[in-house]
C-alpha cells in the first residue's frame, strides 16, 4: 500500500469511529464534523447525479426536439415559488407529482399486494404446500389477521376473538421480521468493527 | 375568478386528471395515445422528481444561512458556523474534486476520497441503530401474554436459527423457522399487504374525487 | 373486480356522508396519545419531530402513505401551535413533498392563530438518501433534543439509529409504516405503534374530516367481500376449478 | 441482596451498548473458529453456478439502498465475483441504483478478478450505468436489453462492447442473479426476472425471509447475507471476510438471548405473571387496552 492509502484506510477508520461515536457522546464535536461533512460531500455528489439524470432525461431530448420536457423543468421549477408570496403556485408540480404517484400505485397494487397475495394464499391450499394443516392455517391466519385492519367495529365480543387469533399470526411474522432486521444491524456493528480493528493494522502489515 | 379556483381547485381537477389517465390505461383502455401521454407524464415526472433535489439542495443551503442568522448565544453561533462551514467546505471540496476530473464523479481520486470520507461514516453512523433494537428487546420484551410470548418466541428462535455455532448442535432450529417463514409469517404478511393495498385504494379513490386533504392545503392568499 | 368493489364500496359511503350518514372509525392509541406527547414538548421546551418517513415521495408506489402522513403532520402541527410546542417538520429524502409540508405546517399556525410561530427553517430536508436522511435526523435530534417523533407513513430501516437518539434523549415514539417489513422494529421500538393499513385509517381520523373517515370506512367493506371471495375461492378451488388461471396477472 | 432486577436495573442503554461492544470484538481480536454447517439454500446457489458451461452469460442484479452498505455487502459481491470468474463465466452487472456502479467497480478492483483469472472490461464483464425507474427498470432491461443499456458506466456505447452483442432479452442469459440491499427488491427480481423468465435460473444474494416464498420455486438458491456468504466461502474454499464474522454474530446473538431471558426472568421475579398495565411490549401494541384498563 501506498502512504496515501495507509492514510485513507486511517482516516476513514476515525471517521467512522466520529459516527459510532454518537451511541456513548452524542453530539459531539467529533459527531457535528463527521455528519455534516458527509451531508456535504454527499449533496455534491448527488448534485452531479441529477445534473446527468437531467442530461439524458430532458436537456438531451429537449435539444432532439421533445420540446413538451420544457414544461415539466418549468412546472417543476414552481417549487421555488415557496419562497415568495405566489406560494400557492407550488402547489402545481405537487398536484402533476400526486397524480402520477396515486395513478401508477392503483394498478399495481391491486395486481401485487391483492391478487398475488391471494393467489399465494390459494396455492398453498390447492399444492396442499407445504402440508394439509399448514396449508389450512395459511388460510385462517390471512383472514384473521385481516380482520384485525378492520376499522368500523370494536375489536370486542366474539369479534374480538377472532381479532386476537388474528394478532397471534402477526405477533409471530413481527417476531420473525424483528429478529431478522436486528441481525442485519448486528451484522453491520460487526463489520464496521471487523474493519476499524483489522483494516488500520493490515494497512501496517499486521495481519493475523 | 375566484383565488380558490386556480389556487386549490385547478390543482386537484389536475390531480384527479392526471390519476384517471393511468387508470384507464391499466384497466380500461390500453390505446397507444393513451399509452403515449403515460409515458410522456413518467418523464416529466422523472424530471419533476429532479428538479425537487435541486429545491432541497437550495433550501439546505437557505437553511444553513438561517440557522446562522438565528442563532442567538455566542456559543451558538459558533457551532452553527462550524457545522455549516463544514458542511459548506465539503460540498465545495469535493464538488471542485469532480469537476477537476473529466469523469467526474467516477474519477479516482474522487472515488476514493469519497469512499474514505463519506461511505466510512455511512458506516458508523449506520452502526449505531442496534443498541436501539437491543436495548428495546432487552427491556420491553416481557412475556405477559400469548401475544406476547409468540413475538418472544418466535424472535429468540429466529435468532438461534441465524447463529451457525447453534444450528450445527441443533440442525432441528431450521425447518422449525422456516415453518415459521412459510406458515404464520407468510398468513400475515399477505393479510399486511392486503389491507394496506385497500386502504392505498381509498385514498386514490379519495383524491380522484377530490376529497383527499393530505394532498393540499386549504390556505388560500 | 377490486378496482369496481372499491369504486362502488367507496362511492355509496361518499355518498351518505355527502346525505350526513357519517361513519365513525375506532380510536386509534396513537393517536390519542398524541395530545400529551404535544403537552410533553411544552413542558420540557422540546421539539417535536414529525414526517411521513424518508421515502415518503409524491410520484411512486408510496405516494398514499405520503398523504396518509400529510394528514397526521397536520393533525400534529395545529395541536403543537395550538399549545405553544416547537414542530420541526422532517421531509423525505427525495423532497417532491417539500412544498406540500411547507404549506401544510403553514396553513396549520395560521390556522391556530399563531401564523408567526411558522418558520421556514423547521422545515427540514436532510439530503436526497436513506443515509442523509438517518444522519441528518439523528445529529438534529442529537443536538436539539426532543420530546417527540410522529413519523407516519413511508419508513425504511434507516430510521433506527435516529429511533435509538430519540430514545436516548428520553423522547417518546409514535407511528408506523405500510411497508409490512418493517413493522416488526416499530412493534418492539415504537411507544404507540402503527401496522400497514392502520396508518391510512389514522390519516383518516387525523383529518378530522367526518367524509373522509366516511370513505375511509368503505375499505372495510371491501376486505370482506375480499374475505368472502378467499373462502369461495378456497372452497372452489380445492374442488378442481381452475380459481388460479383466473387470478393470473 | 441483590437481586437479578438490581442487576438489570443497573444495565443502562450506554452500559447495554458496552457490554454488546465488548463481547462481539472478542472473537474479532481472538477468532473462535466456531462451526459453519452448510443450509441447503447455499448449496443450491452454488449448483446453478456449478451448472453453467464456460462462457455462459450471467446478469447480475445490483441493487444497493446506500453507500454505507459496501463494507456489509462487499465481501459477499467479490466472493461471488471470484467463484463467477473462476468458472470463466461472462457477467453483465445490472446496476439499479445510483451507488451501484462506484461499488461494482470497487469490487472488481478489491476482488482482483481482473489479475487473478485476466477477467477483461467489455469481454467478460459488464457495468452498466444506473438504470433508474426500479421495477420499471429491471423489466425494461430483462425485455430490451440493447435499448435499456445504450452505453456501459464508462460511456463506451453498447453496439462496441462484445459481451453485449447478442445479449437481446434476459432469455439470453444463461443465469440471473439478483442482489439488493432494499427488501421490497425481491419482489421486483421475482416478478420481472424470474417470473416472465422462468427459463433464465434466478438465485439470490439477499435475506432470505424476502424471498422464501418464492423459494426452490422461482428463485433456485438462496445466499443468506452475512450467514450465506459465510457458507458460501466454507463451500468454494474461498477465504473471505463473513466466515470470521460469524464467530462475533454467534456470541453478540447468545449474548443478547440471555439478556432478554434475564430481563424476563427478572422480571416475573418482581411482579408475577399477572398482567401489569403499561408493562414492556404491551404498552407498544396495545396501548389502546391500557387507557380502557387506566379508566376502569
Not at chain 1, 451511541?23 to 457535528?32: C, E, L, N
Not at chain 3, 408506489?61 to 405520503?66: F, G, I, R, V, W
Request: proline share 4%.
Amino acid at each position: 500500500m501506498t502512504p496515501a492509502e495507509i492514510a485513507l484506510v486511517w482516516i476513514g477508520s476515525a471517521i467512522s469511529l466520529f459516527g459510532l461515536s454518537f451511541i456513548w457522546f452524542g453530539d459531539s464535536i467529533f459527531f457535528a464534523f463527521g455528519q455534516q461533512l458527509y451531508l456535504g460531500a454527499a449533496c455534491a455528489y448527488t448534485f452531479f447525479t441529477v445534473w446527468k439524470g437531467l442530461s439524458s432525461s430532458a436537456f438531451t431530448p429537449i435539444s432532439a426536439g421533445r420540446v413538451t420536457l420544457i414544461i415539466s423543468l418549468i412546472v417543476g421549477a414552481l417549487a421555488f415559488a415557496r419562497l415568495t408570496r405566489w406560494r400557492w403556485a407550488a402547489r402545481y408540480p405537487v398536484a402533476i407529482l400526486s397524480g402520477i404517484g396515486v395513478g401508477v400505485t392503483f394498478g399495481l397494487t391491486i395486481r401485487s399486494q391483492i391478487l398475488v397475495q391471494i393467489s399465494g394464499t390459494l396455492t398453498n391450499l390447492v399444492q396442499v404446500k407445504p402440508d394439509p394443516i399448514s396449508a389450512i392455517l395459511i388460510l385462517i391466519g390471512t383472514l384473521t389477521a385481516l380482520v384485525y385492519f378492520t376499522y368500523t367495529r370494536e375489536h370486542t365480543g366474539n369479534y374480538g376473538r377472532i381479532v386476537k387469533i388474528g394478532r397471534l399470526f402477526l405477533m409471530a411474522s413481527f417476531g420473525y421480521i424483528l429478529a431478522t432486521d436486528n441481525i442485519l444491524h448486528a451484522d453491520g456493528l460487526i463489520t464496521l468493527l471487523q474493519n476499524l480493528i483489522r483494516d488500520p493494522l493490515k494497512s501496517i502489515g499486521i495481519v493475523w | 375568478m375566484s383565488k380558490s379556483i386556480y389556487q386549490r381547485q385547478i390543482p386537484l381537477f389536475l390531480i384527479a386528471v392526471i390519476a384517471g389517465v393511468f387508470i384507464v390505461e391499466y384497466f380500461l383502455i390500453p390505446i397507444d395515445p393513451l399509452k403515449a401521454l403515460k409515458d410522456e407524464l413518467l418523464a416529466w415526472g422523472v424530471n419533476m422528481s429532479a428538479v425537487a433535489i435541486i429545491f432541497g439542495q437550495v433550501m439546505l443551503l437557505i437553511w444553513h444561512g438561517r440557522v446562522l442568522s438565528r442563532a442567538g448565544e455566542r456559543k451558538e453561533t459558533r457551532r452553527r458556523l462550524f457545522e455549516s462551514g463544514v458542511f459548506v467546505g465539503g460540498f465545495i471540496a469535493f464538488g471542485l474534486l469532480a469537476l477537476s476530473d473529466p469523469k467526474t464523479i467516477s474519477g479516482d481520486l474522487f472515488t476514493a476520497l469519497y469512499l474514505a470520507f463519506v461511505m466510512k461514516f455511512s458506516q458508523g453512523i449506520g452502526s449505531c441503530g442496534w443498541p436501539a433494537q437491543v436495548n428495546a428487546v432487552f427491556r420491553m420484551f416481557k412475556v405477559t401474554s400469548l401475544e406476547t410470548l409468540t413475538i418472544a418466541t418466535v424472535y429468540i428462535v429466529t435468532w438461534l436459527r441465524y447463529l451457525t455455532a447453534f444450528t450445527a448442535f441443533v440442525p432441528g432450529i431450521v425447518p422449525v423457522v422456516d415453518w415459521i417463514i412459510a406458515v404464520p409469517h407468510a398468513a400475515a404478511q399477505r393479510a399486511g399487504l392486503i389491507g394496506s393495498a385497500v386502504g392505498a385504494i381509498i385514498i386514490g379513490i379519495r383524491a380522484l374525487v377530490g376529497k383527499e386533504p393530505g394532498l393540499m392545503e386549504y390556505e388560500v392568499t | 373486480m377490486v378496482f369496481v368493489a372499491g369504486i362502488v364500496s367507496t362511492g355509496y359511503f361518499l355518498w351518505r356522508a355527502i346525505r350526513g350518514k357519517t361513519i365513525k372509525l375506532r380510536s386509534m392509541a396513537m393517536l390519542e396519545a398524541l395530545p400529551d406527547v404535544v403537552d410533553r414538548a411544552v413542558e420540557t421546551g422540546l421539539p417535536i419531530h414529525c414526517g411521513a418517513g424518508e421515502y415518503a415521495y409524491l410520484s411512486g408506489m408510496y405516494a398514499p402513505m405520503t398523504i396518509a402522513g400529510m394528514n397526521v403532520l397536520r393533525y400534529t402541527a395545529r395541536l403543537c401551535f395550538r399549545k405553544g410546542a416547537k414542530l420541526i417538520a422532517d421531509v423525505a429524502c427525495n423532497p417532491e413533498a417539500f412544498p406540500l409540508m411547507d404549506g401544510i405546517v403553514r396553513e396549520a399556525a395560521v390556522s391556530e392563530g399563531h401564523p408567526e410561530a411558522y418558520r421556514r427553517e423547521n422545515i427540514r430536508w436532510y439530503g436526497p438518501t436513506e443515509a442523509h436522511w438517518q444522519i441528518g435526523l439523528t445529529g438534529q435530534i442529537a443536538s436539539e433534543g426532543v420530546a417527540g417523533l410522529v413519523l407516519v407513513g413511508a419508513i425504511t430501516g434507516m430510521t433506527i439509529a435516529a429511533l435509538g437518539a430519540v430514545r436516548m434523549g428520553g423522547g417518546l415514539i409514535l407511528g408506523g409504516t405500510a411497508r409490512y417489513y418493517h413493522n416488526g422494529t416499530w412493534a418492539a421500538l415504537a411507544d404507540y405503534s402503527l401496522f400497514s393499513d392502520d396508518i391510512y385509517a389514522a390519516g383518516a381520523i387525523a383529518s378530522g374530516d367526518s367524509l373522509v373517515m366516511s370513505v375511509q370506512a368503505a375499505g372495510d367493506y371491501v376486505k370482506y367481500v375480499l374475505m368472502a371471495v378467499i373462502i369461495v375461492f378456497a372452497v372452489i378451488a380445492v374442488a378442481g376449478v381452475p380459481v388460479l388461471d383466473w387470478l393470473k396477472v | 441482596m441483590l437481586t437479578l432486577d438490581d442487576v438489570i436495573k443497573k444495565i443502562t442503554y450506554k452500559r447495554l451498548a458496552t457490554i454488546i461492544l465488548i463481547v462481539t470484538c472478542i472473537p474479532i481480536i481472538f477468532p473462535i473458529g466456531l462451526p459453519i454447517p452448510v443450509s441447503s439454500q447455499t448449496t443450491d446457489f452454488r449448483k446453478e453456478i456449478d451448472a453453467l458451461p464456460q462462457g455462459s452469460v450471467v446478469a447480475f442484479g445490483f441493487q444497493m439502498s446506500n453507500i454505507g452498505q459496501i463494507p456489509q455487502y462487499g465481501p459477499g459481491y467479490q466472493v461471488i465475483t471470484k467463484y463467477l470468474a473462476s468458472r470463466k463465466l461472462k457477467v453483465v452487472y445490472v446496476c439499479v441504483s445510483d451507488v451501484s456502479p462506484l461499488t461494482v467497480e470497487d469490487v472488481i478492483k478489491s476482488s482482483g478478478v481482473e489479475a487473478a483469472y485476466g477477467w477483461k472490461r467489455g469481454e467478460d464483464y459488464v457495468i452498466t450505468s444506473y438504470i433508474a425507474g426500479e421495477e420499471t427498470a429491471l423489466a425494461s432491461f430483462a425485455s430490451d436489453v440493447q435499448g435499456t443499456v445504450a452505453a456501459d458506466y464508462y460511456g463506451t456505447p453498447a453496439s462496441q462492447i462484445p459481451l453485449m452483442r447478442g445479449l437481446k432479452t434476459l432469455a439470453d442469459f444463461q443465469l440471473a442473479i439478483a442482489s439488493y440491499g432494499t427488501f421490497t427488491f425481491a419482489d421486483m427480481f421475482a416478478r420481472q426476472w424470474a417470473g416472465k423468465y422462468p427459463s433464465v435460473p434466478l438465485i439470490v444474494f439477499g435475506m432470505f425471509g424476502t424471498v422464501a416464498a418464492y423459494y426452490p420455486s422461482q428463485v433456485r438458491g438462496v445466499l443468506d447475507l452475512d450467514r450465506g456468504g459465510a457458507e458460501f466461502e466454507v463451500l468454494t474454499r474461498l477465504p473471505g471476510a463473513y466466515s470470521s464474522r460469524m464467530d462475533a454474530r454467534n456470541l453478540f446473538g447468545f449474548t443478547l438471548v440471555i439478556l432478554m431471558l434475564a430481563g424476563n426472568i427478572a422480571y416475573h421475579q418482581t411482579v408475577g405473571m399477572r398482567r401489569r398495565v403499561g408493562a414492556g411490549f404491551e404498552r407498544a401494541f396495545f396501548g389502546r387496552e391500557e387507557k380502557e384498563a387506566e379508566k376502569q
